[in-house]
């Protein structure tokens, strides 16, 4: 029967009302270091998981970080709160606390105590440096949701959550357990306290990890220009799991091996489907909230670089776990009754000698070098020493130095032009350049500001060039350069339209996007919400 006139205006706004209701779970992935050209060059070997997401999801192609301080802590901190470092205040994984002039992760707490499941750990960590709330934590304080988050890493794990959730989890810091800490929960959550009971690390000791497709899907070779193997292995597959020579069982060099293999991120695939069976994620009168980031590909990455065979199947591999843990959800929540959003902290550059064999520009930054260099510079403001520190890309002065060197202008210019002058280094900035320059239209200098904290970075920061990284080994991310910047942004589920999207996009867009989706509001919110591809 057709309805007419008034009949018809409410049957249309109980569909309109249908539609829009709020999703049961929002599950939030990260895949550390995924470059966006991933998708493109590895989506023909995808035949589950993330082949689901691209194909069936919404795909934002050209999406980027707009800072200069593509780090693990920086991007997961972004993507959890959908601000910027120079607003939520974690521009590294580490930095220098002025006060004791000694350095400081970004989850370091030392008011707060461990809480394992399994072996006691030395310290523990918090999100006390993290100065704003993160998607998950206002869904538990709007919507009063459930939390769960998991990762390898800490700063992990803790930045997508924030400063609350019911179960989160991290590797402990010598890699053989699970671990928590009093910030989150005065006693071990039982649900995570079972499933890791169950389900020890130390079962794959003895397993080989070779490669899942056919070795005409692996085009580049298999020992690459200036690939590290993890120690106990060699650059070429396939890769035992047996830590060193004369181990009879698990010991740090098999940890060390497993983290770096995809059976890890097949583990936390299958941890997170277990918590959310046992903690009824789903089951409850709003969305709750399920955050994963996948730490193994990003450990993969910077020893064997991102043209290698290992990085291949690595992501050929978290196919099939996504597909997995994808499948669970279908069962446990309910398909279509869920949104996934999928993204990475950063990208990574290619491994610099290889750049080099292929005539192109790349190299590695002598930090001692850069740090004579400026001191040397710096003597012409009057004699002492000035550098305290080089962290990153920021270089800190000893107390009352560097407001010593900046009453000299011709003294400043010669730091400054002594660091550009350095092989590899972009352009040098002073940190009263930066403040408040996060809107400059020139793109240099705002990526420098959008990663630029007051009291916490340092009173210069160094931009690298395309190509250029510290450290003498393997290859690494930490720049304002499309490789490092660049990585993709999917949606998936419910109230999400499939397509492949150019919209410019942010992965400080994806927290506005699902707290839209999920009916609450972001207040300090710097992104926008992607609705292009909302249904």
Known sequence: MRLKGCAALVALTVIATAAAEPPKLAVLIVVDQMR?????????????????????????????????????????????????PSTHGVFQNAWIDREPDA??????????????????????????????????????????????????????????????????????DNLDGWTTSTAFTPVPVAEVGAYVSANPIEADFGRTWDRLLPANRYPDPDDGLGEVAPFGWTATFPHDLKGKPGDTGPGQAYYLQWERSPY???????????????????????TDVLAISFSSPDLV???????????????????????????????????????????????????????????????RLDSQALFQAIEGAAQKAGPGRYVGHLTGNDVYFLPGMFQKLTSNKSATEAV????????GIAKAYRADQLAGAANSKDT???????????????????????????????????SANPDDQRVPIVFYGSGIKPGKYEDAASPADIAPTLAEISGITLSHAQGTALRSARN
């Open 301 to 363: 990455g910077h020893q064997f670089g991102p043209r290698s065979q290992e990085i291949r199947d690595m992501y050929a591999q978290l196919d099939v776990t996504v597909g997995k843990l994808l499948d669970r959800l279908d069962a446990l929540v309910g398909a279509g009754q869920y949104v996934v959003a999928l993204s990475s902290d950063h990208g990574v550059t290619p491994i610099p000698e290889q750049l080099r064999a292929e005539g192109k520009d790349g190299g």
């Open 416 to 423: 400054l032009k002594a660091a550009d002058a350095q092989p």
């Open 36 to 84: 966006a050209d991933y998708v493109e060059r590895f989506q023909g070997d995808w035949t589950s998981g993330l082949k689901r997401l691209v194909t069936k999801g919404a795909w934002f192609s050209r999406a980027a970080y707009p800072y200069l301080d593509t780090v693990t802590c920086a991007g997961h901190a972004t993507i959890g709160t959908g601000a910027y």
């Open 444 to 478: 240099d200098v705002r990526a420098a500001a959008l990663s630029f904290y007051p009291g916490r970075s340092g009173d210069l920061i160094i931009a690298p060039k395309p190509g250029w990284m510290v450290g003498a080994n393997g290859t690494t991310h930490g």
């Open 103 to 172: 350095l400081t992760t970004c989850t370091q707490d030392a008011t707060v105590k461990g809480v394992p499941y399994g072996k006691p750990v030395p310290a523990s960590e918090s999100a006390k440096e993290l100065l704003i709330p993160t998607f998950a934590e206002e869904m538990h304080r709007q919507k009063g949701s459930h939390v769960v988050a998991l990762s390898l890493k800490a700063r992990s794990a803790i930045m997508l959550a924030g400063h609350s959730a019911d179960a989160i989890t991290w590797l402990s």
């Open 264 to 286: 890890a991120d097949a583990y936390l695939g299958r941890m997170a489907a277990g918590l959310v069976e046992s903690m009824r994620l789903g089951k409850h009168d709003t």
